[in-house]
């Protein structure tokens, strides 16, 4: 079992930026592909970026790109989502997520995730 905490979330002007972190408890010294998700109110939960376990390979939805980074610290057990440039359509819950399967390859589709923190909240207004 793998626990996920996400922190970091808040209120942010757009434009800004913010960066999350994820951290990772339990049984950290298995491989694991680590991913962001967001849902947004009244819409379904959707992928935003994951990073592979070597960190070699990143992987992010269109919507993104050039503002987000994904980056991990395996030593420390924590994965980091770097927003910058924020767009009030960037409001949303953020969710990290463990996949197991393969470690090389970050995916993009939810159920490929085991393992979910309980998500932080980022607003931000105009």
């Known amino acids: 079992q793998v626990q996920l905490v996400e922190s970091g979330g808040g209120l942010v002007q757009a434009g800004g930026s913010l960066r999350l972190s994820c951290a990772a408890s339990g049984r950290t010294s298995s491989r694991y592909v680590m991913g962001w998700f967001r849902q947004a109110p009244g819409k379904e939960r959707e992928f935003v970026g994951a990073i592979s376990w070597s960190g070699t390979r990143t992987a992010y939805v269109d919507s993104v790109k050039g503002r987000f980074t994904i980056s991990r610290d395996n030593a420390k057990n924590t994965v980091y989502l770097q927003m910058n440039s924020l767009k009030p359509e960037d409001t949303a819950v953020y969710y990290c997520?463990?996949?197991?399967?393969?470690?090389?390859?970050?995916?993009?589709?939810?159920?490929?995730?085991?393992?979910w923190g309980q998500g932080t909240p980022v607003t931000v207004f105009s």
């Open positions: 997520a463990a996949d197991r399967g393969t470690p090389d390859f970050p995916r993009a589709r939810e159920d490929s995730y085991d393992y």
